[in-house]
């Protein structure tokens, strides 16, 4: 197993994401327990000494299962992280109840890393208001020693996490980002770690294969890898990626089978960084993948001077390249639900103004009547 130098402590750079342990019959909420359990032994027995869960996972249900299982360890032997649901806005006032009860839930009496989680477009204004107390009291609960290290995921654009950053950036210690090679342009992961990089946060990396879609490649794509690297299998492609990025420290994987355990492990047994060659060659096929169901904008901005709706047509379809690619998910939907009604795509009236001035000649009343059918209106 890597291990990376996190202030003092020695983090396996694998860190086990309890998001996605194996269920009951396909439901999320019915965690197969005994199987959860057989899977995270064999992850402690290879080094692995970083479990990731939260308030959310599989309907609440993920700690209060993690408490049970890493019962059985000494609690030196692991470093535990959760979060504070701020993707739920009805929980913001509730910061001291509901960390009560996760100490509860997970059998312990401290967080070796606490994140305030999710931020993004939908909560980023009441993190930031005093009146629900968030930071004043985890920073409290840090200085009684119930949290070792503080720090935030995100899923916001460069703005919002610059907002945040601005207002609790000097006490935040690490950063969990969506971070993979397919993300890397297409939803600005490269600015992000810029970003923190500003700010000397180190990188937690979550969803390095973005769910699973980046541990199979189509067999032209494949083939264009494993001429590079034929002993290499694809999913390891991924973590090869991430592990070329300098300032990330952690990589968490939702391991549910005991394959997938067993290949990451594999995986990271030892570190090879891309070339810079192997670099451009992923990234190219980054780029054709998205390419194939996205819109070509270039956010010139031609089109913003011509609507009568004053819609901000590049944010739009950027979010329609994301909802398209990805198939649906939640990324688009909590963006959308921020912007007033008059500024959805729903509101374009497809005058095809927009269309005139468009130098990449892109269909956008189509492309935001799409989206908005994809929304649901």
Known sequence: MIYKQFQDVRL????????????????????????????????????????????????GNSELVMGRILKAYPRDSFFLATKFPGYDLSNMNKVEEIFDMQLEKLQVDYFDFYLFHNVCEMN???????????????MARKKAGQIRHLGFSAHGNLDTMRRFL??????????????????????DARGKVELL????IPVWVMEPLRGGKLAKLSDEY????????PN???????????????TVTMVLSGMSTMDQVEGNLNTFSEEKPLSEEE?????????????????????????TTHCPQGLDIPMLLELYNEHSFTGGGFIAPMRIAQLP?????????????????????????????????????
């Open 341 to 377: 009604a008059e500024k959805r795509p729903s509101a374009c009236v497809g005058c095809r103004s927009c269309e005139a001035v468009c130098p990449q000649q892109i269909k956008i009343s189509e492309a935001l009547a799409d989206f908005a059918a994809r929304l649901g209106g």
């Open 124 to 138: 980023i204004d009441a993190y930031l208001d005093p009146k629900n107390h968030i930071y004043d009291s985890l």
């Open 166 to 187: 601005e207002a609790y950036g000097r006490d935040m210690e690490f950063c969990q980002i969506q971070l993979n090679w397919l993300d890397w342009g297409f939803q």
């Open 197 to 200: 990089n500003e700010w000397n």
């Open 222 to 229: 494949a083939a264009k890898l494993q001429e590079l690297r």
């Open 12 to 59: 396996s750079a694998l860190g086990f994401g309890c998001m996605r342990l194996p269920t009951v019959d396909g439901n999320d909420s019915n965690v197969d327990e005994t199987e959860a359990a057989r899977l995270i032994a064999r992850a402690m027995e290879g080094g692995v000494n970083y479990y990731d869960t939260a308030w959310g996972y599989h309907g």
């Open 279 to 303: 670099r451009r060659t992923l990234l190219a096929v980054a780029d054709s993948m998205t390419g194939r169901t996205s819109v070509p904008c270039t956010a010139c901005r031609y089109c």
């Open 232 to 246: 290499e299998n694809i999913p390891a492609w991924a973590f090869r990626f991430v592990q070329s990025v300098p």
